[in-house]
């Protein structure tokens, strides 16, 4: 079957480095992607990662491993206005290239 | 990115009636895409819309309960019909600018957040 596998939550401290990580499984794979969504607000895209390694944008940078069906999210220099869901979505060759989303991880950051 | 304007965003209706939900973008798109997410879950896709033909349901979803009309490029209305208070969710829609190229991203609509009494 297809999933996507993250952690439900993870908390961190203002300041600090924290890595969000994924796991897949998918019939056809086409692409990482992240998404972040605050409360109450749309998922906005974050990153994509098609092939190995890591992409960086700023403070945040996006890791991909397709041997391993893996990849992380790592946000660094968090701020409090970091905190929010973060979702991994894999584009699937399976299924008309269409997003399959992860459960989605709450980063909670303290001050 | 395209821009997107979903409208309402948010409504409280009663069980039985019906709510069509409007997403506008601010260029032409092949697809749009429409989700529903419940609070603090993930997203499930309900249905793409092409523009020119009947739309692509998922598993669960069916046309008599969720009609989605595209009637051109930028355009696309989702109704929620007979509802009940198991429809109470929010629903977004989205669209790809870079088709079949994710680097780029999928946009979402700021969400509608139904709640049926």
């Known amino acids: 079957g297809q999933s996507l596998e993250q952690p439900s939550e993870v908390t961190a401290v203002e300041g600090a480095i924290v890595q969000i990580n994924c796991t897949y499984q998918?019939?056809?794979?086409?692409?990482l992607s992240w998404y972040q969504q605050h409360d109450g607000g749309a998922p906005t895209f974050l990153s994509y990662?098609?092939l190995d390694g890591l992409e960086e944008t700023g403070r945040f940078s996006s890791f991909l491993s397709r041997s391993d069906s893996y990849g992380y999210l790592l946000l660094q220099e968090l701020q409090m206005k970091d905190s929010a869901s973060y979702f991994c979505?894999?584009?699937?060759?399976?299924?008309?290239?269409?997003?399959?989303w992860g459960a989605g991880t709450k980063l909670i950051i303290k001050p | 990115s395209a821009v997107i304007s979903q409208k309402p965003s948010r409504d409280i209706c009663q069980r039985g009636t019906s709510l069509t939900i409007q997403c506008q973008v601010d260029?032409?798109?092949?697809?749009m895409f429409w989700y529903r997410q419940q609070p603090g879950q993930s997203l499930t896709l309900i249905a793409t819309a092409n523009q020119g033909s009947e739309a692509t349901y998922e598993s669960g979803f069916v046309i008599d309960k969720f009609p989605i009309s595209r009637p051109n490029l930028t355009f696309s209305t989702l109704t929620v019909s007979n509802m009940s208070p198991e429809d109470s969710s929010i629903y977004l829609c989205?669209?790809?600018?870079?088709?079949?190229?994710?680097?780029?991203?999928?946009?979402f609509g700021s969400g509608t957040r139904l709640t049926v009494v």
């Open positions: 260029s032409q798109v092949t697809m």
């Open positions: 998918t019939s056809g794979f086409y692409g």
């Open positions: 989205s669209v790809e600018k870079s088709p079949l190229n994710g680097a780029n991203g999928y946009t």
């Open positions: 990662n098609a």
């Open positions: 979505a894999v584009r699937d060759l399976g299924s008309n290239y269409q997003l399959i």
